[in-house]
Nanobody, 124 residues
Framework: QVQLVESGGGSVQPGGSLRLSCTAS????????MGWYRQAPGQQRELVAA????????YYNDSGHGRFTISRDNTKNTVFLQMNSLRSEDTAVYYC?????????????????WGQGTQVTVSS
């Protein structure tokens, strides 16, 4: 059973930064592509950033491109999301998801394992 635990959320002012972490257990990190998702109230869960199993390939949605950086440390079974220049519209619960297949990350309804999420609030 895969377990994912997110941390690092909090409240920041617009323009601030946060670094989220997601630690996986029950899987070998190098076997899974990982993604960071977010869900705001009343909104669907959306993929913000993704990274392939060894980190060679990354993806960012339009909102995160240029502001967010996804990385991973397979020795620690952990994936990170560095978020800079945060905006009020970044406010959401952030989740990490994993799957053996890169393509599945783009279909979050097919992902079986989710963490509990970490709240990010951007407000002045």
């Amino acid at each position: 059973q895969v377990q994912l635990v997110e941390s690092g959320g909090g409240s920041v002012q617009p323009g601030g930064s946060l670094r989220l972490s997601c630690t996986a257990s029950g899987i070998l990190a190098s076997m899974s592509a990982m993604g960071w998702y977010r869900q705001a109230p009343g909104q669907q869960r959306e993929l913000v950033a993704a990274i392939s199993n060894y980190g060679a390939t990354t993806y960012y949605n339009d909102s995160g491109h240029g502001r967010f950086t996804i990385s991973r440390d397979n020795t620690k079974n952990t994936v990170f999301l560095q978020m800079n220049s945060l905006r009020s519209e970044d406010t959401a619960v952030y989740y990490c998801g994993s799957d053996r297949y890169w393509a599945t990350l783009f279909e979050p309804e097919k992902i079986d394992s989710w963490g509990q999420g970490t709240q990010v609030t951007v407000s002045s």
